[in-house]
């Protein structure tokens, strides 16, 4: 019977660095948002801040940080559970 190899631990390994491509940016742009960023809600209304308040910004931002943070800690994870996984398993085709 032939056999065919599937590669286990680069399963993880590229599902982590998914993770992390989606991470970095999103944690990025959260950062920004809480320090200087606003929305572009406040570019169309009368005055600034008066259709998205700030506190309704700041929770926003906050939610994409956190959001960001937990996917580097999800690739993080599997980057480090991948050490513990076969590099290839064998199964009957």
């Given at each position: 019977m032939p056999t065919e190899r599937i590669r286990v631990r680069g399963l993880a390994r590229i599902s982590?660095?998914?993770f992390a491509l989606w991470g970095v940016?999103?944690?990025l742009k959260g950062v920004w948002d809480l320090l200087g960023g606003q929305p572009?809600?406040?570019l169309y209304a009368p005055r600034?801040?008066?259709?998205?308040?700030r506190e309704q910004w700041a929770r926003y931002a906050g939610f994409e940080l956190a959001y960001g943070?937990?996917?580097l800690a999800l690739a993080w994870l599997l980057w480090r559970a991948s050490?513990?996984?076969p590099e290839t398993a064998e199964?009957?085709?």
């Open positions: 982590a660095a998914l940016p999103v944690a572009e809600a406040n600034p801040w008066e259709f998205v308040t943070l937990a996917c050490r513990f996984l199964r009957e085709a």
